[in-house]
């Protein structure tokens, strides 16, 4: 199913402290995009994964910091790197947990032709940009092969208008605007 079609808008910017290292909303898009990842999921994989369909930022942080702070890691050395791979680690435990037959695959930089290929498969992938001087994470819903661009949900807003329009949700952006740094692909797995 069509990510675009499934998932919601999704602000980051009114989001509450996260439950347990009080993140502040903007500066949780690593955990927007991979909730945007678990929602689609839940979706699509109603038997096993349905109560994560409606799972919001904050609960989803919730479970992803007990789960963190269970593996010993604490906010300290939270480097963007180490804290998107976590996230990417912790959604492929809950699904095979779970008996979901997927995988977040990481690859860095990722290619052009890897993310085209992802969404053909039709499911979100987060992609890692220097869309921000910091670096900023995404949601790719779909390519448009005419226009050559791809359909993001960002969750801070539009980035084409430096952010001053708050509604990322749609929002088309090309492959060289993104600047990719990472790119978040599901695959299909079966976990033993």
């Not at 930022?57 to 050395?77: C, I, Q, R």
């Not at 998107?84 to 492929?92: C, E, I, P, V």
């Amino acid at each position: 199913m069509s990510p675009y079609k499934i998932l919601k808008r999704n602000d980051q910017r009114n989001d509450p402290p996260t439950p347990i290292w009080k993140t502040l909303g903007w500066a949780e898009c690593m955990g927007n995009t991979f909730q945007n990842i678990a929602n689609w999921t839940g979706a699509c994989y109603q038997e096993q994964f349905g109560a994560f369909s409606k799972t919001n930022t904050f609960s989803y942080y919730a479970g992803f910091e007990t789960w963190l702070n269970g593996h010993g890691f604490s906010p300290k050395n939270k480097s963007a790197n180490k804290i998107s791979d976590l996230h990417a680690k912790y959604m492929n435990e809950l699904f095979r947990m779970n008996g979901v037959p997927l995988e977040i695959i990481v690859t860095r930089p990722g290619s052009k032709k890897m993310l085209i290929e992802a969404l053909s498969e039709e499911r979100p992938c987060g992609v890692g940009t220097q869309i921000t001087p910091d670096g900023h994470i995404i949601t790719a819903l779909e390519y448009d092969e005419k226009t050559d661009l791809f359909k993001t949900s960002d969750s801070y807003g539009n980035a084409k208008t430096m952010y001053k329009n708050h509604d990322g949700f749609g929002v088309d952006y090309d492959w060289d605007f993104m600047n990719v740094r990472a790119l978040y692909i599901l695959n299909k797995k079966e976990w033993k």
